[in-house]
């Protein structure tokens, strides 16, 4: 029998029995009651302690529901990787089949281009002489070319900010690239009175190399624009280059028929046009010293080269 029960059926003997049982059988019962009362208070904290060890095994359950179920969705995921990675395998397998496929080509167009390689080399052979013109001339517009633009950069050193002024040499040219905020004033054309100084110095240097012709370039940002005297980039960027041209030939003399100018509009930017630092950048007039023409044409020109 349950202490729970034994301490009700106590409780009921003491109620019907208080009057009519002995001191010593009443003490007796109060003792079991007593007993009976721990006995239940023990009974309360195990179920107090049950319920508490049933909550935690519940939050465990939980969580190892939510541990399988991440598990699953890796292992879906780690299905899907390894699915995308064999189609990936059978794409490179396709593409090695055709590489392969292709170089058995080559080595059969390699064995009938021989002979050709062959009849070249004998022809390249022949034109040593030409050659050896070609290198001596490019070291000889190398050693011109770097002399020019280390007199261009003495020259224009002098009192101008280096962010205004750029000299580079590229290949077989000298350009100098000028700022549009040193050359004009924004969206106009018209040259301003520091840029006649800076085109002053650079046109001593022209003067002094009749040989050479002078390509001015004009640049713009890619802010359009529209007024009563320009219809777009396109416009502004040929009608600085033309100020510039004008300049040189009017102002310091320079032969009109070495003169060159060319624009470019927003296109061949150097920067993005995202930034107003960007668009600064775009906006440049680019001057290129550069050989004439024709001297290319004879210097290509196998019959005048040395036999």
Request: proline share 2%.
């Amino acid at each position: 029998m349950s202490s729970i029960t034994k301490s009700i059926i106590l409780l009921c003997c003491l109620a019907t029995l208080s009057s009519c049982v002995s001191k010593k059988q009443y003490s007796l019962l109060q003792t079991e009651l007593e007993v009976a009362n721990r006995d239940l208070g023990k009974c309360g904290e195990s179920l107090s302690d049950y319920m508490n060890r049933l909550s935690a095994c519940e939050t465990d359950k939980e969580r190892l529901r939510n541990d399988i179920k991440g598990m699953q969705n890796n292992l879906q995921v780690r299905e899907e990787q390894i699915s995308d990675l064999k189609d990936q395998i059978a794409d490179m397998r396709t593409q090695r089949d055709k590489q392969l496929s292709q170089v058995e080509g080559l080595t059969n167009l390699s064995q009938s281009a021989n002979e050709n390689i062959k009849e070249t080399l004998s022809q390249l052979e022949k034109k040593d002489k030409y050659i050896q013109l070609l290198q001596a001339a490019k070291t000889r517009a190398d050693s011109i070319n770097l002399a020019l633009a280390v007199n261009l950069k003495g020259v224009l050193s002098e009192g101008l900010d280096d962010d205004d002024v750029e000299v580079k040499v590229d290949k077989t040219v000298v350009f100098v690239n000028l700022s549009d905020k040193m050359l004009f004033k924004t969206g106009s054309s018209t040259i301003t009175t520091k840029a006649n100084e800076v085109l002053g110095k650079i046109a001593k240097i022209v003067e002094s190399r009749p040989d050479l012709e002078v390509m001015v370039e004009g640049y713009t940002d890619n802010k359009p624009i529209k007024t009563s005297c320009m219809d777009d980039n396109w416009d502004l960027s040929v009608k600085r280059a033309t100020s510039v041209v004008r300049v040189l030939q009017k102002t310091y003399n320079i032969d009109p028929n070495r003169l060159i100018a060319a624009g470019r509009g927003e296109y061949n930017a150097l920067a993005s046009n995202d930034t107003e630092d960007g668009r600064a950048t775009n906006r440049r007039t680019r001057i290129i010293i550069l050989p004439k023409l024709d001297q290319f044409y004879d210097l290509l020109d196998p019959s005048k080269a040395p036999k």
